[in-house]
T-cell receptor, first 113, second 116 residues
Framework: KAGVTQTPRYLIKTRGQQVTLSCSPISGHRSVSWYQQTPGQGLQFLFEYFSETQRNKGNFPGRFSGRQFSNSRSEMNVSTLELGDSALYLC????????????FGEGSRLTVL | AQSVTQLGSHVSVSEGALVLLRCNYSSSVPPYLFWYVQYPNQGLQLLLKYTSAATLVKGINGFEAEFKKSETSFHLTKPSAHMSDAAEYFCAVSVPAQTGANNLFFGTGTRLTVIP
């Protein structure tokens, strides 16, 4: 059974650009959550999608957005990149929204110059 | 608001010794509690979770944790450390009734080093 797949694994952008990250969940998983991991702030919840609907949202500015497609695949977008957006972005999938049992991908490491 | 505090950002143990990683939580309503492990350049993997059933929870790789409401603690233990246990460990809490079960609030992590 394939795990959670995130693409790209590494990317470098400059300030002001935008970026789109992709996540393919485990087959049969309908919930996809996104987390940001940085040395300073640790792991922080961005948002969760279930059946193409955003269920929960963390405390991030509107520059951070996401969506989920009918096949449960998800994308997150960050517009007008700032240096502080440099981080490891982790996607996690779950069968439902009420277990907390998250299966994480290896992440997309974003560097903003 | 819910949060977790992990005591000790770095813990070193000898191979074969007891592993004890400390976690205290704060939540005004019944929480779910988790321990996740992260190996270098990888995502997180669930070790175990507590969801209001048995207070002693057994997980993978010989780890277990005990939920103590009176102490608001959820410490992770393993009787005998193995070299392969070297990794970063995260305690996390979620509150299904408020912010959703999959909205996890993570601690700052504890890096475990195992000395041969």
């Amino acid at each position: 059974k394939a795990g959670v797949t995130q693409t790209p694994r590494y990317l470098i952008k400059t300030r002001g650009q935008q970026v789109t990250l992709s996540c393919s969940p485990i087959s049969g998983h309908r919930s996809v959550s996104w987390y940001q991991q940085t040395p300073g702030q640790g792991l922080q919840f961005l948002f969760e999608y279930f059946s193409e609907t955003q269920r929960n949202k963390g405390n991030f500015p509107g520059r951070f957005s996401g969506r989920q497609f009918s096949n449960s695949r998800s994308e997150m977008n960050v517009s007008t990149l700032e240096l502080g957006d440099s981080a490891l972005y982790l996607c996690a999938s779950s069968r439902t929204t009420n277990t907390g049992e998250l299966f994480f991908g290896e992440g997309s490491r974003l560097t903003v110059l | 608001a819910q949060s977790v505090t992990q005591l000790g950002s770095h813990v070193s143990v000898s191979e074969g010794a007891l592993v004890l990683l400390r976690c205290n939580y704060s939540s005004s309503v019944p929480p779910y509690l988790f321990w996740y492990v992260q190996y270098p350049n990888q995502g997180l993997q669930l070790l175990l979770k507590y969801t209001s059933a048995a207070t002693l929870v057994k997980g993978i790789n010989g780890f277990e944790a005990e939920f103590k409401k009176s102490e608001t603690s959820f410490h992770l233990t393993k009787p005998s450390a193995h070299m392969s246990d070297a990794a970063e460990y995260f305690c996390a809490v979620s509150v299904p009734a408020q912010t959703g079960a999959n909205n996890l609030f993570f601690g700052t992590g504890t890096r475990l080093t195992v000395i041969p």
